[in-house]
């Protein structure tokens, strides 16, 4: 069973940068693809961010996109989001996911494993 643990969520102002972790272990993760999804109270879990196993691959949701980047330490087992230009509709809960198919997913359903997750609220 793969757990993930993410890390680095917290309070940035508007126009800020931050950077997000998510650590995997208790499997074999070697041909893992991993990705973020965020969600808001009363809003549905949206995807984020996603990258192939070695990720040579990503893929990103249109609000994020040219702004946010999603990259893979393989040997360390664990995927990074860099956030750039925040703005306070960033602010959300944002979840670290893993699945084992080819490729980039970006529905919910497609991943298998995730974490409990890490608050990211940006301020004006």
Not at 12 to 17: K, M, N
Not at 18 to 33: D, Q, R
């Amino acid at each position: 069973q793969v757990q993930l643990v993410e890390s680095g969520g917290g309070l940035v102002q508007a126009g800020d940068s931050l950077t997000i972790s998510c650590k995997a272990s208790g499997g074999i993760y070697a041909n893992i693809a991993m990705g973020w999804f965020r969600q808001t109270p009363g809003k549905e879990r949206e995807f984020v961010a996603g990258a192939n196993w070695d990720g040579s691959q990503t893929s990103y949701g249109d609000s994020v996109e040219r702004r946010f980047t999603i990259s893979k330490d393989i040997a360390d087992n664990t995927v990074y989001l860099r956030m750039n230009n925040l703005k306070q509709e960033d602010t959300a809960v944002y979840y670290c996911a893993a699945h084992r198919r080819l490729g980039v997913l970006v529905r919910l359903i497609d991943y298998d494993y995730w974490g409990q997750g890490t608050q990211v609220t940006v301020s004006t």
